[in-house]
């Protein structure tokens, strides 16, 4: 096994500078993990890629562009991930009579089927890692907030979802935790 391969590794949606996930991603180099750092846009990821990260522009809520990444790490680490931090997120403000529909499903489409998407494609890897898998959901989603009907929904389901997996997955030894913000 390579000295790369060695390192614990982590994936991490959603590094947009100026977010949770970049401010992440600098912490776990820091901490000596192999850091797979993703958004949307490779361009927004530079200065990750200058500090010795590895980068990919991951849309989570495209099925092909998630399943390259999943290639791409299971390539790069013999086929383990011991980290998956799902990251990425939409917001969306708006009166809940107000709201437009397909607003309301891109909005789900990242905070929700996107998990799902990187959930599906990664596990192999992170059971063969008995990996972890942090998805950062929201207050909102637990308290109502005005305004925030869509958001708050979608954050809702990402916290129903992450229980029900964290009970799947412990069987594989992979931890599922949901952190609220």
Same mark, same amino acid.
């Given at each position: 096994?390579?000295?790369?391969? =060695?390192?614990?590794?982590? @994936?991490?949606? *959603? ?5 949770? !996930? /970049?401010?992440?991603? @600098?912490?776990? /180099?820091?901490?000596?993990?192999? #850091? ?6 490779? =361009? ?10 590895? &980068? ?9 562009? &998630? ?18 931090? +799902? ?23 990242? +905070?929700?089927?996107? #998990? ?10 992170? #059971?063969? =890692?008995? !990996? ?17 009907? #869509?958001? *708050?929904? %979608?954050?809702? =389901? ?6 029900? @997996? ?14 609220? %913000?």
């Amino acid at each position: 096994m390579s000295v790369s391969n =060695a390192r614990k590794s982590v @994936l991490i949606t *959603g590094c947009t500078p100026g977010g949770i !996930g /970049h401010a992440l991603a @600098l912490e776990f /180099h820091k901490q000596g993990f192999r #850091v797979f750092a993703t958004a949307r846009r490779l =361009a927004t990821l530079e200065d990750l890629r200058d500090n010795g990260m590895e &980068v990919f522009a991951v849309d989570v809520a495209d099925d092909v562009s &998630v399943k390259a990444a999943a290639q791409n790490v299971a390539e790069l680490t013999n086929g383990r991930l011991d980290v998956l931090i +799902n990251n990425a997120g939409q917001g969306y403000n708006m009166a809940a009579t107000d709201l437009d529909i397909s607003r309301a499903q891109v909005v789900f489409d990242t +905070n929700l089927f996107g #998990v799902m998407r990187m959930v599906r494609e990664f596990a192999p890897l992170l #059971v063969k =890692a008995k !990996g972890k898998i942090f998805n950062i959901g929201s207050l909102a989603g637990v308290i109502p907030v005005p305004f925030r009907s #869509v958001y *708050g929904a %979608s954050k809702a =389901a990402l916290h129903s979802y992450g229980d029900s @997996l964290r009970l799947e997955m412990k069987p594989f030894d992979v931890t599922v935790v949901t952190f609220s %913000s």
